[in-house]
Nanobody, 125 residues
Framework: VQLQASGGGLVQPGGSLRLSCVAS????????IGWFRQSTGEERETVAC???????????TYAGSVKGRFTISRDNARNTMYLQMNSLKPEDTAAYYC????????????????WGQGTLVTVSS
């Protein structure tokens, strides 16, 4: 069982990046999936999460600081989750982590079962 995140990098303020996270060893469609981020010296925070496709409408929830700029999604055929990040700001600089949870929708990072290794996003001119 593994989550492999990619897509981070250096981007100028106002730019965009798309993070990807490929799952292996399990089917993402049965899981609540989430993206979290952690800046240096800060606690890991929830960025976005989306309900499993099983018995739900796939609704998503976002942190207030990213709402309207970031979009979480999944591609079940590719067993992959994404985080599209637009209008990036310097304060978005962090290591971004993907995670999956088998259970009810939750923003609590402690309830997630599987974690990717993190991909670094740096927003700077």
């Amino acid at each position: 069982v593994q989550l492999q995140a990619s897509g981070g990098g250096l981007v100028q303020p106002g730019g965009s990046l798309r993070l990807s996270c490929v799952a292996s060893g399990f089917s993402l469609n049965r899981y609540v999936i989430g993206w979290f981020r952690q800046s240096t010296g800060e606690e890991r925070e929830t960025v976005a999460c989306i309900a499993s496709n099983t018995g739900s409408d796939g609704s998503a929830t976002y942190a207030g600081s990213v709402k309207g700029r970031f979009t979480i999604s999944r591609d079940n055929a590719r067993n992959t989750m994404y985080l599209q990040m637009n209008s990036l700001k310097p304060e978005d600089t962090a290591a971004y982590y993907c995670a999956a949870r088998l259970g009810p929708m939750s923003r609590l990072k402690t309830l997630y079962d599987y974690w990717g290794q993190g991909t670094l996003v740096t927003v700077s001119s």
